[in-house]
């Protein structure tokens, strides 16, 4: 059973940073693709940034130019890096690995931007 533990999430100023992390209970090289999704209160779980085992990476429009997601692979961690933050971010934020046979998710962490 794979674990994706999540932390970095946090009350932040409009205009602010977060970087939020990922890691995971083995090699991240076994997951072809591994994201980030945003669930805001009353709306549906969505794909906010993903990337690839051959790192290409794919952003909703609602983030490209502030957020950016990279992995470590050494550390076994995928991380999001949340920059000029907009109230509209607030959300949980959960971190999911596809593999061939399984997706795995994490538990979510809160990102709160208030103006």
């Known amino acids: 059973q794979v674990q994706l533990v999540e932390s970095g999430g946090g009350l932040v100023q409009a205009g602010g940073s977060l970087r939020l992390s990922c890691a995971a209970s083995?090699?991240?090289?076994?997951?072809?693709?591994m994201g980030w999704y945003g669930q805001a209160p009353g709306k549906q779980r969505e794909l906010v940034a993903g990337?690839?085992?051959?790192?290409?990476?794919n952003y909703a429009d609602s983030v490209k130019g502030r957020f950016t997601i990279f992995r470590d692979n050494a550390k076994n961690t995928v991380y999001l890096q949340m920059n000029s933050l907009k109230p509209e971010d607030t959300a949980v934020y959960y971190c999911?690995?596809?593999?061939?046979?399984?997706?795995?998710w994490g538990q979510g962490t809160q990102v709160t931007v208030s103006s």
């Open positions: 083995r090699s991240i090289f076994s997951f072809y693709f």
């Open positions: 990337i690839t085992s051959g790192d290409v990476t």
């Open positions: 999911a690995a596809k593999s061939l046979d399984h997706d795995y």
